[in-house]
Every structure is written in C-alpha cells, then in structure tokens.
C-alpha cells in the first residue's frame, strides 16, 4: 500500500456538497429558451399528444403561460406561430396582424421581463409546409429570402427582441440583417439556425407546429446528418452575414458539432434540444425505464459541457420550477 497513490479522487465525492463545490459544469434557469406554439382562437390550450407537457395556446393563453414562465425565473421563449389560413406563400408569415405579432403585443403586457424570440420560417405557414417558395415540387432559395426578410421585421415591429431563422436558405441572415438594419432596427439580434441537421427527430414538432411537409422532405435545404465539417462551414457564413448567436440543432446527438463551432468561432453558441429528444424521455419515463429529472439534468449538462451558451428545450419551465423550489 506504500505505493498507492497519494491522489484520490474519491476524496472529492464523499458528500454532495464536496460535489458541489468543485463541479466543472453548471446548467443555470438563466441559459434556458422554453419554445411555445400560438394557435388561433380564444382560451385554447390545446395538449401535443406526442410531447406530453407540451400544448398548443392560442394568444390569451400563450400570455398566461409566459407570465407563469417568468414568475418560476425562465428568462426567454422562443415562439412558433400557426395561422388562420395558409396558403403557399406563407402569407401569413409576413402580416403585422399575424399570429406572432398578437403574440408579442399580449406577451410583453403579460410577461415585460420575458425575451421574446420569434422563429423565422415559413413552414408553419405554408399550405405545403416547405420552409421557402415552392415551384415545380422544388423550395426556391432566392425568392423565398425576401419573405423571411420581411417577416422578421413584422416581428420586430410587433416587439421581438430577438428573430432566429430556422429556415437553412442560403443567404437568408444576410437578407435579414440588411431588411432589419433599413427598417430602423440595427441593434436587434440575430439567433441563427446556423447548423440544422435534416433530422429523425423533429416528428413531434411538426404536429406542435403543424407543419409537416405535403410531399417530400426537407432534406433538400436542411443539413445531411453525417457532415461535421460543412456544419462549421454553414456556420462561417452565417457569422460573415451578421449572426449575433449561432445554433446546432438537433442537440444530443450533435454534441460534437457544438464542440467544435464553440472551439472554432467566438460568439454565443445556442443548441436545441428538440421534441423528439423530449418525447423519448418522457415516453421512458411514463413507462417507469428511468428517473425523468435525473436524465433531464444530465443530458443539459452534456450539452452545456459541450460548449453551448443558450439551451433551447422544453424541459426549461420544469427545471426552472424545481430551481426555485430548490430541488
């Protein structure tokens, strides 16, 4: 035993408050975006079977739920809008009475504090539910950037504090730093879906958002799942075209990718955790196979360990709840 080694890591477990006080990693209620669905309507508040926890609101309700979100200390939403009608522009999308614009108006008076991020797409929009203009079965890129330029300055005369396009156009941070600076709104921020991977996983939020593709997939403009390497390369585009933070989405399964934007570019790195991340462990959980809160726990660990700044998740208003309650 003369030679066992005089460091013992162990020491430093003996207690949680030992653990506590020289823990690496810390996923704080402050770095957390909890997304929310506003549908049309009054009074609706409308459950997603397939993300359990998780409802549609129409703007009544939506402004309940963002003055519950900051009284338990979540800072920021990220806000997804379902309109009256579509059509296969998205026209929607772009009238400063829209949904999202409603929103905004109701949220500020019920929430001041809150930040409020609006997605920039059209998907949610679009009768056919492609994220641009389609034509001859094919997602236009360049005439579908003028839209989403001009839907988010309808956001950002309606309130937003922040737009994160989530379309993956080519080109479309730069149309939307030039349309915001020209409309009065230079200092509004850019969250950009820099590194969105054409993923598996994003089933349930298409019934939340209700934008599921009428024919084909996205496959076609969003990012194939094995490219790292043209992630970072997205990424450098979107940083020269002015985005203020960069996101990675999915985010589990793309802790490498957030790795290496954060190592690679100096700005906010965002990843989003996403519905289907959040359905596989409620569905484990509802049927007994692990503990909901320690998995939830560990799996925002692993993202923030990787390197990300902001969390998108759905799991936000819960952890803020058990934060508060000192859980």
């Known amino acids: 035993m003369s030679r066992f ?25 402050e770095q957390l975006v909890q997304p929310l669905f506003v549908v049309p309507g ?11 926890g998780v409802a549609q609101h129409s703007v009544d309700r939506v402004a309940e739920e963002g003055r519950r979100l900051a009284d338990v200390g979540v800072p920021a939403v990220l806000l997804f809008g379902i309109p009256e009608t579509k059509d296969s522009h998205g026209s929607g999308a772009l009238d400063p009475d829209g949904i999202i614009p409603r929103a905004l108006e109701a949220l500020r008076k019920a929430a001041p504090g809150l930040l409020l991020i609006t997605d920039v797409c059209l998907c949610e929009y679009t009768d056919h539910g492609h994220c641009g203009v389609v034509q001859g079965g094919e997602v236009l890129n360049d005439p579908t950037l003028a839209l989403l330029a001009s ?18 156009m080519d080109g479309r941070v730069a149309a939307i730093r030039a349309a915001l600076d020209e409309a009065g709104f230079p200092e509004l921020p850019i969250m950009s ?10 089933g349930p939020f298409r ?3 209700e934008s599921t593709p009428a024919f ?39 802790l490498d990718v ?46 923030k360990r990787a390197g990300a700044d902001v969390i998108v998740t759905y799991f936000a208003k819960d952890v803020a709840t058990r934060s508060l309650r000192g859980n």
């Open 258 to 303: 957030v790795w290496r934007v954060k190592e690679r570019f100096a700005l906010p790195v965002a990843a989003y955790q996403v519905s289907g991340e959040y359905a596989m462990v409620k569905a484990a959980a509802a049927n007994g196979w692990l503990d909901e809160t320690r998995v939830v726990d560990e799996t925002l660990l692993a993202i």
């Open 216 to 254: 084909g997939d996205r496959r076609a403009y969003q990012m194939d799942p094995p490219n790292a390497d043209e992630a970072l390369r997205e990424v450098a585009l979107d940083v020269d075209e002015g985005a203020d933070i960069v996101m990675v989405k999915p985010a589990l399964p793309y």
């Open 207 to 209: 019934d939340a958002a």
């Open 193 to 202: 879906y820099a590194a969105k991977f054409a993923s598996a996983l994003y």
């Open 42 to 52: 009054s009074r609706v508040e409308r459950p997603v079977a397939s993300m359990p």
């Open 5 to 29: 080694p005089a460091s013992r890591p162990r020491r430093l477990r003996r207690s949680e408050a030992l653990r506590r006080l020289v823990r690496e990693t810390r996923v704080t209620v």
């Open 151 to 168: 839907e988010a300055v309808a956001h950002a005369q309606a309130g937003a504090d922040m737009v994160a396009p989530s379309d993956m």
